[in-house]
């Protein structure tokens, strides 16, 4: 079925680190790809998202490209900031037999940024 | 534009009695609205697709009878967890797809639940 795998957290960084978050997906059509993040006590902000193939979505220094091939949607950051900290959901949307898109998430992954 | 709100933000009740939360579209129709759910630590779980006019469609596992979904409008749907126990603590997340862009959704900020 479809589904969305990401790696498990926590992930604890020093400030000014690199950031990758892994993100594959299985998916019977052509989704799109989001990510999402939530800070805490609230709910789910979009951060980027790409709608096909080899688009790259990009947000706040934070960026992903849609892999066919590989079915992945890993997230980056260069240099990440305390402000950082937070969970970071993956998630795919697809068409459904109504005239929506379903959405499914992967289970999130907590980053602690640590000045 | 694309704000989802959600009342209360956060709500106790005691065990055994009704709680409403409501979701609304500021700036935009949603013939379609979602209600999730999620755990602590946890991802969040589709409860139910909420269609204007209609029934909702529920996902299995969910007791429609406990969790009432009303979608009045084309900018409001609610949630009403009835006779709540405990174990319907959670924090419950709606999202609403715009009738212009039905591929996406637009999430609210949640409401936490606490049953005591």
């Known amino acids: 079925g479809d589904s969305v795998t990401q790696m498990e957290g926590p992930v604890t960084l020093s400030e000014e680190a690199f950031l990758t978050i892994n993100c594959t997906y299985t998916a019977t059509g052509y989704p799109s790809l989001f990510w999402y993040v939530q800070y805490p006590g609230e709910g789910l902000q979009l951060l980027l998202k790409a709608t096909k193939a080899d688009d790259k979505g990009s947000n706040k220094g934070f960026e992903a490209t849609y892999r066919k091939e590989t079915t992945s949607f890993h997230l980056e950051k260069g240099s990440v900031q305390v402000s950082d900290s937070a969970v970071y959901f993956c998630?795919?949307?697809?068409?459904?037999?109504?005239?929506?898109?379903?959405?499914?998430f992967g289970s999130g992954t907590k980053l602690n940024v640590k000045p | 534009g694309a704000v989802v709100s959600q009342h209360p933000s956060w709500v106790i009740c005691k065990s055994g009695t009704s709680v409403k939360i409501e979701c609304r579209s500021l700036d935009f129709q949603a013939t379609t609205m979602f209600w999730y759910r999620q755990f602590p630590k946890q991802s969040l779980m589709l409860m139910a697709t909420?269609?204007?006019?209609?029934?909702?469609?529920?996902e299995q596992g969910v007791e429609k009878d406990k969790f009432l979904i009303n979608h009045a409008s084309l900018t409001l749907s609610t949630l009403t967890v009835t006779s709540a126990h405990p174990e319907d603590s959670s924090f419950y997340i709606c999202?609403?797809?715009?009738?212009?862009?039905?591929?996406?959704?637009?999430f609210g900020p949640g409401t936490r639940l606490t049953v005591t």
């Open positions: 998630a795919l949307s697809l068409p459904s037999r109504e005239n929506f898109n379903k959405f499914y």
């Open positions: 909420s269609n204007e006019g209609s029934k909702a469609t529920y």
């Open positions: 999202s609403a797809s715009p009738d212009h862009e039905s591929y996406e959704q637009y």
